[in-house]
């Protein structure tokens, strides 16, 4: 079968392998669509996996064959499937840490999502597999369900209220995401980019109230003058520049909570004398929790919100290698390859 794996010199690569064989507890997908996540661009560009390795998680497939212990699904059902379990029941998943847990950060799909076959566990089954109805959402925006989940995870911690200002630094799809579920919370909200188009995509899709360009001479004071001269409540970096943190610092006002959501290249710190004096609360959030990715799929299957103007590249999964490098270059916001 197809499947595209990570080559050396951060590059893809067409391939041939093997279609995985299932165990009795285990069932067989034929991919549909999957979404190209910021953290699979990650992966590739600092050559965090292996040779060979095969990424995407973000999964819509068909069930094709059953293990005979598996009685819930059945062929020709539509699915939605994320590639991490928690156990539900270690310290971790207790205190809801999900994405800490030993199971979770162990659990994965088979090979993985840019691959025409996937194998399934049942513990993926039985906790981040969902059911497609025919014919509601197209698969491309289903496809939007982990990251969507991750987004909701981040808003859920920073416990964003309508009283609330919020700040995006980033308006790619995940900047898109949070920002529409923070207007969803009542929160006013505003975003930076250094795009213009994706400043104005955030506002029409009802992702930011406002924008700004990230690297204006005023976007500083464009903020202070929307808060009272104060800053906002919340910042949200979802973007992996380096420059982040010190945009987080500034636009952050003293109370805030500042809210991390991507990784950036150099490992930097934030400033101890800024979180003290000023009592600011930082918080990670990289992952979802099964309640969010439940959520997620109820929000997007319901249409209760509408992500289809993230999505800007739908490619054939064999041009992945190729294509990869528009989103290297920011030239895709939301890329899905198709089967
Ligand atoms: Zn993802
Ligand atoms: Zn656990």
Redesign the pocket.
Known sequence: MLCITVEKNHKLKVSNCPVPEINNDEVLLKLDVC?V????LVKIKNNLVPEGTVLG??IVGTIVEVGNQIKKWSPSQKVVVAHHVPCLNCYFCRSGNFSMCRQFKETNISPGGFSEYIKVSRAHLEHTTFLIPRGTVPDEEIALT??LA?CLRAVTRAQITPSNTVLICGLGSIGIMIGKLCIEKGAQTYGIDLLEERIQLGKDMTAIHDGYLANSSEVKSWILNKTEGRGVDVVFLASGSDKSISTAIDFVRSGGKIIIFSSISKEEGFYNNEIYYRELTVIGSYSPSPLALKEAYQMIITGKIKLGSIITDVVPLKELPKQIDKCFKNKSLKMIVKV
């Open positions: 979404g996540c910021g953290s699979d998680h973000e982990e990251p991750c």
